[in-house]
């Protein structure tokens, strides 16, 4: 988005809080000034070809507040336009909906410790100069290890030796580095300790007791049409397969990503983490789980904080806008997906996409920063003034 594009969009969104903000409890209808801002930059980021089309969900505590779908599932003229069932390819969302709750609960039931060393559960790594490498580095990305090219003939197996062989970087705690062999690591370590895949543990614990219905790994073969595309080798689109190179070899179950999902669906985890863990009267997480798992862990010299797999303020928090709490905390996903939830207000926003071009990373980055901004400044500052107004009656 160009600056006098954005400049454009703020004028606008200044107009429509101070004078035409809707009353509460309207449902983000046709007409419904709430969606016009974040229709404009939907509707930009498709004209620039950013991406194909997209879907985006405004939910709080209780319900979804909006839900809207944009363009088409795919680059191609024949694919169907984007509804709010459209499945997708999450990426690294699966971090966070899957293999970090998947830890935690794992974490909850006694059965394993964030302090554990990894080479409790990964003797392979005995000998290799890994000794205080913890559980709690691989989720906060601070364990000091780089990534590794996958072994296709023994895809695991070779992430676990290439994890032996490579010496730690810097200080463990202090370092932070993204690298999706910590995940990957997690995943593999869910099954180790559980004695089930990743998948079917995050089914049988956490997606079935939401009534997540849709989210899954590896789409099977009558849901796959639902799939929004995600773009390969020679920018050819692909429907209902992992895009990532690393998951597609783990046979599209790993723990840094290979999930699919749905706004929907990801709207009933957002809920469950904003009431401490319960949904509809059952118990996911532990309240002292989910407090855990957002609490700030900090490196780089507090310049980087981080949760438990969760994203908090580092350089890959563009949802992250003013508006929104300090204590704020989502993720991102390199299809082009996105979570950022506000326990203050008690707001969230979810941006699916079928993301087009990966080069213009500083454009796509705009695009969720200007969804979140439109949300912070619409709903969260309404929803506290709103709060402040019902308090001072």
Not at 165 to 178: D, P, T, V
Not at 203 to 227: Q, V, W
Request: one cysteine or more; aromatic letters at 8%; charged letters at 20%.
């Amino acid at each position: 988005m160009d600056r006098s594009f954005a400049k454009y969009i703020m004028v606008l969104l200044c107009f429509i809080v101070s004078f035409a903000a809707p009353a509460a409890g309207q449902d983000g209808g046709e007409g419904d000034s709430r969606t016009a801002l974040i229709d404009m930059v939907m509707q930009s980021a498709i004209s620039r070809e950013l991406i194909a089309g997209g879907v985006v969900l405004v939910g709080d505590r209780q319900r979804d507040l909006l839900v809207r779908a944009y363009g088409r599932k795919g680059p191609m003229m024949v694919d169907e336009p984007m509804r709010d069932d459209t499945l997708f390819d999450v990426a690294s969302l699966t971090k966070v909906v899957a293999t970090t709750p998947a830890i935690m609960k794992l974490v909850e039931e006694g059965r394993l410790s964030l302090v554990d060393p990894v080479i409790k559960w990964f003797p392979e790594l005995a000998g290799s100069g890994k000794d205080d490498l913890l559980v709690l580095h691989l989720l906060t990305h601070t364990s000091g290890l780089d990534d590794v090219l996958p072994d296709s003939a023994a895809p695991m197996y070779g992430f676990i030796r290439a994890t032996a062989a490579q010496q730690l970087k810097g200080e463990l705690g202090s370092r932070f580095k993204y690298a999706d062999i910590n995940f990957i690591l997690l995943g593999e370590l869910v099954r180790r300790v559980s004695g089930k895949s990743l998948d079917r543990y995050a089914h049988e614990h956490l997606y079935a007791l939401l009534g997540m219905r849709d989210t899954c790994f590896n789409p099977k073969t009558e849901i796959s049409g639902r799939c929004a595309a995600t773009l390969v080798a020679e920018n050819s689109p692909q429907y209902g397969l992992v895009q990532d190179y690393a998951a597609r070899q783990l046979g599209g179950v790993a723990g840094h990503a290979g999930l699919f999902s749905t706004v929907r669906d990801l709207s009933l985890f957002c809920r469950m983490v904003l009431n401490s863990g319960s949904f509809d009267g059952k118990s996911v997480l532990a309240e002292r789980t989910v407090a855990q798992m957002v609490a700030p862990y900090f490196s780089r010299g507090g310049k980087v904080v981080r949760g438990l797999g969760w994203d908090i303020t580092s350089p890959f928090s563009s949802p992250r806008v003013d508006g929104f709490a300090e204590n704020s905390f989502g993720h991102t996903g390199y299809s082009g997906s996105s979570v950022w939830i506000d326990p203050e207000s008690g707001i969230y926003v979810i941006v699916l996409t079928s993301r087009l071009e990966y080069r213009r990373q500083k454009e796509f980055n705009q695009l969720r920063s200007d969804v979140s901004t439109v949300v912070a400044t619409i709903y969260a500052r309404r929803r506290d003034a709103d709060d402040t107004a019902s308090f001072a009656q």
